[in-house]
């Protein structure tokens, strides 16, 4: 079978502005980036406000290896194979980051014949949103140790700043640091260091703002640091909220392209699902939804990270109805789940797909599950899967959207039209927000994870406090979490038990909305694995043909 970019060259594509007329959008609602990528104005949800929305279908996944089980080249197919089916369908994701491109994973555009174009923009600078985003965190970043090297009239205390600066790239090496060395023109020395710019509160709160407006409350309301006397310092005290949000201006316009099979794709936004929310914007979702029958998303990884956030946090927020729920397994997924590489693994690992079933179903749905079909896999083991599923009376489905698009995913775009059709839209959450943010960690670690309960650092304890000191015990949290077991350690495969949930630390989002409670010793910057992508990476000498990205 040819490459992912092999077969992305092949393709015809719609022009961009073709594809917004089919969509309804106006002349003035729209600015093309190009032949086949544009923006979409935010004054369209205006105008179709009053217009009923579709249905929206959620995409999560069981526990997955480090190079993913597929669910964004599933979330696609379901999207074109429900236009097959006669039905208008847009699928809404999240925009790649630069990190894992040239790190371990890939990219986030799909693959095979599920993708969306044009692959290389998509996951090489894209619209430029994600860089629109870390130079708005590192303009505070600088405006922070202007102020203190200058006047420091907020009488900031320099132990106490809490904001990190971002750039959007995998490097251990910026985790930690110290700035403003060099003598006194250079700034006041002090802690400092890099975060992905997944991981940014600007991040968050461009993905979950609906307007300028709110983007510009939320920001003001990031919680910086504290002043020597414990005081709270907060981004509208330095007076850029409007400068930030200039910088995102058109970053906040969700991304109009297309599938490999012409389908409509809005992607935007992209918070990383083990250490945010990990899904795509609410404005792009809202669009999706006036503009089509059938909304396809994707929460990040399994059930226990993205899905779980996208109930609690995100659905929160937008209000969402949500009509059906895909998990995707893999046969490679469950055999390493199962510890193994070959049956009896397989019927191991099983399990845990039986705990995401569980989690979905706690929810308030009832799943179906895409088994997702690589070329190598052995009819037996499929077979074994779809047993499993029976037996636990839940609806199954091949999706082999990879090699036959939409025409592979056709079966399980109809199972789950079905299963829509039939939903009030209706759901459970995990708690109510008046719960103490210590019962709502526990609540999630025992009844999504399986944990035996939590264990709190001193530092996390500290946070606890200062927490219920500002008044943010209704706010719902954002557990980071290792997307490679439904524990806090990677090592534990399949379903743990026997353990507790680890929170080391807990960062504090004021601006999005959130507290961050950070668990085992996941990393808010990514290193890169010892060969990176970076390594097959090339261009040819015209400038236009690249070789070696997926």
């Given at each position: 079978m040819k490459t992912d970019i092999e077969i992305a060259r092949e393709a015809t594509m719609l022009n961009i502005d073709e594809m917004r007329k089919k969509l309804g959008i106006l002349d003035n609602e729209f600015w093309p980036f190009g032949q086949f990528k544009g923006k979409l104005s935010l004054q369209l949800l205006e105008r179709l406000k009053k217009k009923k929305e579709g249905k929206l279908i959620v995409v999560t996944a069981v526990t997955p290896t480090k190079l993913g089980e597929g669910k964004t080249t599933t979330s696609i197919g379901v999207s074109m194979g429900i236009n097959q089916l006669g039905r208008s369908s847009i699928v809404a994701i999240r925009?790649?980051?630069?990190?894992?491109?040239?790190?371990?994973?890939?990219?986030?555009?799909?693959?095979?014949?599920?993708?969306?174009?044009?692959?290389?923009?998509?996951?090489?600078?894209?619209?430029?949103d994600i860089h629109a985003i870390t130079t708005a965190n590192n303009l505070l970043s600088a405006v922070i140790d202007n102020h203190i090297h200058f006047t420091n009239s907020l009488k900031i205390d320099t132990r106490k700043i809490m904001w990190r600066r971002a750039m959007d790239m995998n490097d251990r090496n910026l985790r930690n640091m110290v700035v403003g060395l060099g003598g006194k023109k250079?700034?006041?020395?002090?802690?400092d260091g890099f975060i992905i710019s997944a991981a940014s509160e600007v991040m968050a709160i461009l993905t979950l703002s609906q307007n300028i407006e709110e983007l510009k409350k939320r920001m003001g309301s990031i919680l910086v640091g504290f002043t020597r006397k414990d005081e709270a310092v907060y981004v509208r005290d330095f007076k850029i909220c409007g400068a930030m949000a200039t910088?995102?201006?058109e970053a906040i316009k969700p991304n109009l392209v297309q599938t490999i099979e012409n389908t409509p794709a809005l992607i935007h936004g992209g918070p990383f699902a083990n250490i945010s929310f990990g899904t795509n914007s609410i404005v792009a979702t809202r669009l999706a939804l006036k503009l089509s029958d059938y909304v396809v998303t994707e929460c990040g990884f399994g059930s226990d990270l993205g899905f779980e956030k996208f109930i609690d946090l995100v659905a929160r927020f937008a209000d969402y109805k949500i009509h059906a729920v895909v998990i995707v397994a893999t046969v490679r997924a469950l055999k390493h789940q199962g510890g193994g590489n070959d049956m009896s693994a397989l019927k191991e690992g099983l399990a845990n797909l039986g705990k995401h079933i569980e989690n979905v179903k706690f929810f308030g749905f009832s799943p179906v599950v895409a088994v997702n079909v690589?070329?190598?896999?052995?009819?037996?083991?499929?077979?074994?899967?779809?047993?499993?599923?029976?037996h636990r009376g839940v609806m199954v489905e091949l999706s082999e959207a990879f090699t036959k698009g939409g025409k592979g995913a056709r079966p399980l775009a109809e199972t789950v039209v079905k299963v829509a059709d039939k939903s009030d839209g209706k759901y459970n959450w995990v708690y109510p927000l008046d719960d103490p943010i210590q019962e709502k960690i526990e609540k999630v670690a025992t009844v999504v994870y399986g944990a035996d309960g939590v264990i709190y650092s001193w530092d996390a304890k500290k946070k606890l406090k200062l927490i219920d000191k500002l008044g943010l015990n209704e706010f719902p949290i954002c557990i980071a979490k290792t997307p490679l077991s439904l524990s806090d350690n990677q090592k534990k495969l399949n379903v743990p038990t026997g353990w507790r949930l680890n929170i080391n630390e807990i960062n504090i989002a004021t601006g999005a909305g959130y507290v961050i409670p950070i668990s085992g010793d996941i990393m808010l910057m990514p290193g890169l694995p010892r060969v990176p992508s970076a390594e097959k990476i090339d261009i040819d000498a015209t400038g236009h043909h690249i070789s070696g990205l997926f």
């Amino acid at each position: 079978m040819k490459t992912d970019i092999e077969i992305a060259r092949e393709a015809t594509m719609l022009n961009i502005d073709e594809m917004r007329k089919k969509l309804g959008i106006l002349d003035n609602e729209f600015w093309p980036f190009g032949q086949f990528k544009g923006k979409l104005s935010l004054q369209l949800l205006e105008r179709l406000k009053k217009k009923k929305e579709g249905k929206l279908i959620v995409v999560t996944a069981v526990t997955p290896t480090k190079l993913g089980e597929g669910k964004t080249t599933t979330s696609i197919g379901v999207s074109m194979g429900i236009n097959q089916l006669g039905r208008s369908s847009i699928v809404a994701i999240r925009e790649p980051s630069l990190g894992p491109v040239f790190g371990l994973k890939g990219g986030a555009a799909g693959g095979g014949f599920s993708q969306v174009l044009p692959m290389e923009d998509i996951n090489l600078h894209f619209t430029g949103d994600i860089h629109a985003i870390t130079t708005a965190n590192n303009l505070l970043s600088a405006v922070i140790d202007n102020h203190i090297h200058f006047t420091n009239s907020l009488k900031i205390d320099t132990r106490k700043i809490m904001w990190r600066r971002a750039m959007d790239m995998n490097d251990r090496n910026l985790r930690n640091m110290v700035v403003g060395l060099g003598g006194k023109k250079q700034g006041y020395p002090r802690e400092d260091g890099f975060i992905i710019s997944a991981a940014s509160e600007v991040m968050a709160i461009l993905t979950l703002s609906q307007n300028i407006e709110e983007l510009k409350k939320r920001m003001g309301s990031i919680l910086v640091g504290f002043t020597r006397k414990d005081e709270a310092v907060y981004v509208r005290d330095f007076k850029i909220c409007g400068a930030m949000a200039t910088v995102l201006r058109e970053a906040i316009k969700p991304n109009l392209v297309q599938t490999i099979e012409n389908t409509p794709a809005l992607i935007h936004g992209g918070p990383f699902a083990n250490i945010s929310f990990g899904t795509n914007s609410i404005v792009a979702t809202r669009l999706a939804l006036k503009l089509s029958d059938y909304v396809v998303t994707e929460c990040g990884f399994g059930s226990d990270l993205g899905f779980e956030k996208f109930i609690d946090l995100v659905a929160r927020f937008a209000d969402y109805k949500i009509h059906a729920v895909v998990i995707v397994a893999t046969v490679r997924a469950l055999k390493h789940q199962g510890g193994g590489n070959d049956m009896s693994a397989l019927k191991e690992g099983l399990a845990n797909l039986g705990k995401h079933i569980e989690n979905v179903k706690f929810f308030g749905f009832s799943p179906v599950v895409a088994v997702n079909v690589f070329p190598e896999d052995d009819e037996g083991d499929l077979k074994i899967i779809h047993e499993f599923c029976r037996h636990r009376g839940v609806m199954v489905e091949l999706s082999e959207a990879f090699t036959k698009g939409g025409k592979g995913a056709r079966p399980l775009a109809e199972t789950v039209v079905k299963v829509a059709d039939k939903s009030d839209g209706k759901y459970n959450w995990v708690y109510p927000l008046d719960d103490p943010i210590q019962e709502k960690i526990e609540k999630v670690a025992t009844v999504v994870y399986g944990a035996d309960g939590v264990i709190y650092s001193w530092d996390a304890k500290k946070k606890l406090k200062l927490i219920d000191k500002l008044g943010l015990n209704e706010f719902p949290i954002c557990i980071a979490k290792t997307p490679l077991s439904l524990s806090d350690n990677q090592k534990k495969l399949n379903v743990p038990t026997g353990w507790r949930l680890n929170i080391n630390e807990i960062n504090i989002a004021t601006g999005a909305g959130y507290v961050i409670p950070i668990s085992g010793d996941i990393m808010l910057m990514p290193g890169l694995p010892r060969v990176p992508s970076a390594e097959k990476i090339d261009i040819d000498a015209t400038g236009h043909h690249i070789s070696g990205l997926f």
